[in-house]
């Protein structure tokens, strides 16, 4: 509880850029394209930690049926979309298959029970579970996940502990990309055409994304 507080107090204090900002755009834009290759964002898309609607409206504009959920509703007062709602992501206010997908972006780096996220993403999707988190490999986000105490999480954040973590919730790894050098809130303007070129394969990327779908016996 007390962990929840702390990371709530965080999220009240920092100032989101505006999810059409032109660098959020930079940022989130390539890693939607990424997962739109290998899943097919239509349907009901669940997005765990939606906070300011910087993916929610993205997933949205690709014509899914979204429904966003931060335990912030600090966060949630910023985010324009409809369908929103305040909870925690360890215990999903939704019956189980109600989704085509769960995604969540920068959520289990600040959450102790990694994989109880991850079994409420896969107890409410039908097939797809998409995670997206900070890489530990990154230079810059080691840097930033060691210097701001509510980003300690990031430190440890790595595909392999991804892989393993969805494997015991009984989800089969699809797709894998570590890739990106720009953040959404702390890059500047002025560096996006260069960093642009790093929107491809690259081991020490700063983001890692992981697509898992459920396996048959995870359905049985």
Request: charged share 20%; hydrophobic share 40%.
């Amino acid at each position: 509880m007390q962990e929840k507080l702390r990371q709530s107090e965080y999220f009240d204090a920092v100032a989101y850029r505006d999810p059409m900002h032109p660098v959020v755009s930079a940022y989130a834009d390539p890693k939607i394209e990424f997962i739109r290759q290998h899943v097919s964002l239509t349907g009901q898309i669940l997005d765990v930690g939606c906070g300011n609607g910087i993916f929610t409206l993205r997933l949205v504009n690709a014509a899914a049926t979204v429904t966003g959920l931060d335990y912030s509703r600090h966060l949630l007062c910023q985010n324009t979309h409809s369908a929103l709602v305040c909870g925690d992501a360890t215990t999903l206010p939704f019956s189980d298959g109600s989704f085509d997908v769960a995604f969540e972006a920068n959520v289990l780096h600040h959450v102790p029970d990694r994989e109880r996220v991850i079994q409420e993403m896969a107890r409410t999707t039908r097939r797809y579970v998409v995670l997206l988190e900070p890489n530990r490999y990154n230079p810059l986000m080691f840097a930033f996940s060691l210097a701001v105490r509510a980003e300690r999480g990031g430190l440890k954040s790595c595909m392999s502990r991804l892989e393993a973590e969805v494997a015991r919730c009984g989800l089969r790894v699809v797709k894998t990309l570590a890739t990106g050098m720009i953040s959404q809130n702390n890059t500047p303007a002025p560096l996006i055409p260069i960093l642009k070129r790093f929107d491809r394969p690259i081991w020490w990327g700063e983001y890692l994304i992981l697509i898992a779908e459920k396996t048959r016996m995870a359905d049985a």
